[in-house]
């Protein structure tokens, strides 16, 4: 048998105590010197910071989780679970940041009632807690809305991916943004024309092809001005008229057919409906459209992405397609 070797951690199989004694004190209550006390990576010295000595655009925390309040248009108070980023900018002569703040700051608010000014104040103190320049807020949630059926009366949930975004410099500079999903249904034109042409010409039944798809919105409030939600949403839903349905039955399966026969679309023509209802509506000053049918012809999806122009706005630089599968 092997000599036994004596452990730090563990107890040795020769019943040799471990050299560092292990042990959590649950009575344990720091005293306000202890705290003093504490290390603090904020204070260490220059030649602490490892690499390239150059400043950090964003350094935060992402997808931290709480309940937040939000308010309908209808005035109705909804506690939705919210997932949280939070970032900052880092100097370059320094480490680090206390990413606790962040967190800390955020719930200092956690009871209010969700509003663009409300992420404002959260900005502003984060802002000041981290001593940073620039501060940039996302808080991602399902948003849940009442839908009623084409024909039969019924009605049920559907819900909406929607992320507020906020930004802002120590100079005060404030935009704030709202990222909006609008999942609806497409049936191709070209499919529709050659399914009758065979009906016509031959007597052959044929059913064009349609497929899930999904538009996100991304729009830029006007100051002062407050789109809701539920805005947003209505205007996707007259622009592209084929969202897709909660409760149907069987009166409501065939509306829906003669609602997309009514409304072929390509995903150009998409991007251009959404263009114009969201172009025309003076609360947004800025936005970006991005729309992926997911083909049910091809092993590929269709894709388009439109901006309103702004000079100095959105540009058309979407390249994330695959998070729109839906």
Not at 142 to 164: E, I, N, T
Not at 236 to 247: D, I, P, S, Y
Not at 290 to 318: M, N
Request: hydrophobic share 40%; proline share 4%; aromatic share 10%.
């Amino acid at each position: 048998m092997p000599k036994s070797k004596p452990m730090y951690l563990h107890q040795s199989a020769a019943g040799a105590p471990a050299r560092i004694r292990r042990g959590y004190d649950a009575k344990f209550r720091p005293s306000p010197a202890y705290r003093a006390s504490l290390p603090d990576m904020m204070v260490a010295a220059h030649d602490a910071v490892q690499g390239a000595h150059v400043p950090i655009q964003q350094v935060g925390v992402s997808n931290f989780r709480l309940p937040l309040k939000f308010r309908t248009k209808q005035g109705k108070i909804l506690t939705l679970e919210a997932s949280v980023t939070g970032t900052v900018s880092l100097e370059a002569e320094l480490k680090g940041i206390n990413m606790s703040r962040i967190v800390r700051s955020f719930y200092d608010h956690k009871n209010q009632v969700f509003t663009g000014e409300w992420m404002g104040k959260i900005l502003k103190t984060y802002l000041r807690k981290v001593e940073s320049k620039d501060a940039r807020l996302r808080i991602n949630f399902s948003y849940p809305m009442m839908q009623p059926s084409l024909r039969s009366g019924l009605a049920g949930w559907q819900f909406y991916d929607v992320a507020f975004e906020g930004v802002m410099t120590s100079a005060g500079a404030y935009r704030r943004f709202i990222h909006f999903d609008f999942v609806y249904s497409s049936a191709c034109p070209c499919s529709a024309e050659l399914a009758e042409h065979a009906r016509d010409r031959r007597g052959v039944y044929s059913v064009p092809h349609s497929q899930r798809s999904k538009a996100r919105v991304t729009i830029e409030e006007a100051p002062g001005k407050k789109i809701w939600i539920e805005d947003v949403q209505a205007l996707c839903a007259a622009a592209l008229r084929t969202e897709t349905q909660v409760m149907v039955k069987r009166e409501d399966e065939q509306a829906f057919a003669e609602l997309n026969g009514a409304h072929l679309k390509f995903v150009e023509d998409a991007a251009r409906l959404l263009y114009r209802e969201f172009e025309r509506d003076r609360r947004i000053i800025d936005f970006r459209i991005a729309c992926a049918h997911l083909e049910s012809l091809h092993s590929h999806d269709a894709v388009s992405v439109i901006c309103k122009g702004v000079p100095g706005g959105f540009a058309a630089d979407f390249m994330d397609f695959r998070s729109l599968v839906c």
